[in-house]
Structure formats: C-alpha cells, structure tokens
C-alpha cells in the first residue's frame, strides 16, 4: 500500500539552527514527491517538488529536499531557520491520480 | 496565478442536517479533490474526480459525497452531518498533464454541533 511516514510530529528550534525533517514513503511506481507548508492561518502552499533528474531540489525560501531512491526517503532541509518558519509541513507523494500525504510536522522556531 | 475558492470559510451546522462545501477553481484543471485535515492524521482524501461528472473514493468517503458538473466547480456533501465530520475541509486542483502540483484552497472549517 502507498504510504507516506513523517517521523517528526513536532520540533522546536531556535532561529540560525539548521532543520531537516525525515519524509520515507513507499510506493511501487515512478514517484513524484513533494514538500508543502502551512503557516498559521493560511493555505497549504508548495515548498518543492521532485519529478525526475538532480535528486537535490531547491524550493522557496531557502529550503532544499533530496531525493534517496535507495532509502525511499525525501528529507527537507534548511541551514538557517527563521522565526518565520513556524508552520506545519507535509510530505506528499502522487500516485495515479491520488496524493498521498503524511501527518505533517509542527515546527516552532523561537525568537 | 491560479486560485481556489472555497464557499465558506467558518461553517457551524447541527446533527442531521445537510452541508454542501463549495470549491471553485479558474485554471481549467482537470483533476480536483477534496480532503479533511485532521491533528495528528495529516490530510485524507475523501473524494476525487479526474473530469466533469467522474468521482472516485478517496481513502475516508463514508458519510459524503460529491458533484462535478462543471469544470471548474467540485462540491462536498455531507448527507447527514454527525459530530465526527467536524474537521477542516480542503480542496485542491491539479492539472492532469505536466507538472503535477496540488494546488489548495484556503479551507473550510466545520464544527457539526
């Protein structure tokens, strides 16, 4: 069955500290994977997607995800995080037709 | 810029009663969704249509179900609201060919009293 496993619920940080957040998915076919944010009171919006080539992908905002087809793992990450970091993040990955997320990330950056 | 609308964004219905959420989109995507987002459980696909008057089940259809007759518009209903359905519901849009992102709306809260 397609899945997607976040492993952080929630994580706190200060801000300058570095970030990566564990994304592991399970899917037979051609993955097209994906990081989308939440901030408090606005709308899921896309960080960054991978559909094929250099398995290092850059997003918005400073955030970068790679790609380990032999880990079945996309980890996003951020050298810096900022107070403005504060959200919720999802892990996604497309199927056929359907996406399957995981159950998401809090993340607090303290001032 | 493409945008997604949602008819409401706070909506308060009692037990027994009939909801309709309401999701507009204006690119000419062919595939839209609903989810419920829920703490801790992440988004769950209720519901998904691929084109106009196509519905698939998602993972959690129980309880609600859909109308596409219209391009651009995809409606939720809940046939009898019970308590358990109070979540936040989200629509999303995506085109079916080419880069395959997701595109949300801003979400409906419901609170089923």
């Known amino acids: 069955a397609q899945s997607v496993s976040q492993h952080n619920h929630h994580v706190i940080l200060s801000e300058a500290a570095s970030l990566e957040l564990g994304c592991n998915y399970s899917?037979?076919?051609?993955?097209?994977l994906f990081w989308y944010v939440q901030y408090p009171g606005q709308h899921l919006q896309l960080l960054l997607k991978y559909f094929s080539g250099d398995p290092l992908v850059k997003g918005i905002k400073g955030f970068e995800a790679e790609f380990i087809k032999s880990k079945f793992s996309f980890n996003l990450r951020k050298p810096s995080v900022q107070w403005s970091d504060t959200a919720e993040y999802f892990c996604a990955v497309r199927g056929t037709y359907k996406y399957i997320f995981g159950t998401g990330t809090r993340l607090k950056v303290l001032a | 810029d493409v945008k997604v609308t949602q008819s409401s964004r706070y909506l308060v219905k009692r037990t027994g009663e009939k909801v309709f959420l309401e999701c507009v989109q204006d690119?000419?995507?062919?595939?839209m969704f609903w989810y419920r987002q829920d703490p801790g459980l992440g988004l769950r696909l209720i519901y998904f249509?691929?084109?106009?008057?196509?519905?698939e089940k998602g993972d959690i259809p129980e309880g609600y179900s859909v109308s596409r007759e219209k391009k651009e518009r995809f409606s939720l209903i809940l046939e009898s609201a019970s308590t358990n359905q109070t979540s936040m519901y989200l629509c999303?849009?995506?085109?079916?060919?080419?880069?395959?992102?997701?595109?949300f709306g801003p979400g409906t809260r419901l609170t089923v009293t």
């Open positions: 999303a849009s995506s085109p079916r060919q080419g880069r395959y992102e997701q595109y």
């Open positions: 899917y037979g076919g051609t993955v097209n």
């Open positions: 690119m000419d995507h062919e595939n």
């Open positions: 249509s691929y084109d106009v008057k196509m519905k």
